[in-house]
């Protein structure tokens, strides 16, 4: 078997063996978030910094949902990194931005975060403020999804069929999740341009 079909078979076996009543929960409490009128905040690091930004374009434009991640103000980031460190810089901005109760934390990350061993702090920090406020927390995370797992209201854990491709799958199907989310009739709130477009118009010759 070639590696490039192995993976293909992990992700046919990742599909069939994901949380479908975790996504369903995560429309509930998505529909739930607009339908208040509450803000989402999404945080994630390295691919999932990535994802953040992507989603907040997705949620905000398709969903109609007021996003924001704070990896999208590098300036103010890495002010905050370099100043207070890297374990409250998100909690701080989060602190700034005034989450509240009415708001969502959503989380992407491979790990969830744990204190013990060091492992993504400022996620952690921020999902301990997001508990103490009562805001609503989802997130997409791989093997164990370590704190966030455990404080979630709804969360899907990527299960793991390689544990050499962990992360590679967690950050594929972080993005599979998020896309089912926003093109969902509950939350689905304008069309995507293909999907709006129903014939290609012919070329006008000059």
């Known amino acids: 078997m070639t590696y490039v079909q192995q993976y293909i078979d992990e992700a046919g076996e990742i ?3 994901i949380d479908r009543l975790a996504i369903e929960k995560m429309v509930e409490l998505l529909v739930d978030l607009r339908a208040k009128n509450g ?3 999404f945080l994630g ?4 910094a990535g994802h953040a930004s992507h989603a907040v374009n997705d949620f ?3 969903a109609g949902i007021e996003s924001y991640t704070p990896t999208d103000n590098v300036s103010e980031l890495t002010a905050r990194i ?3 460190g890297w374990a409250t810089s998100f909690v701080n901005w989060l602190r700034v931005s005034r989450l509240s109760a009415a708001d969502m934390l959503f989380i992407f990350s491979v790990g969830g975060g744990d204190l013990e061993r060091n492992i993504s702090p400022n996620i952690v920090r ?3 403020h997001a508990k103490e406020i009562g805001a609503a927390i989802c997130a997409v995370v791989g093997r164990d999804g ?7 209201d709804a969360c899907v854990i990527v299960p793991t069929v390689n544990p050499a491709t962990v992360t590679a799958h967690t950050e594929a199907f972080q993005a599979v999740v ?4 926003v093109s969902h009739p509950k939350l689905r709130s304008s069309e995507m341009k293909w999907e709006s477009t129903r014939e290609v118009p012919e070329l006008v010759q000059f």
């Open 45 to 48: 690091v390295g691919g999932g």
């Open 60 to 62: 905000r434009k398709i």
């Open 146 to 152: 370590g704190y966030a797992a455990q404080v979630a």
């Open 82 to 84: 370099n100043d207070d």
């Open 15 to 17: 599909l069939k063996r």
């Open 178 to 181: 998020w896309h089912l989310l």
């Open 39 to 41: 803000r989402l905040f």
């Open 126 to 128: 921020a999902l301990q």
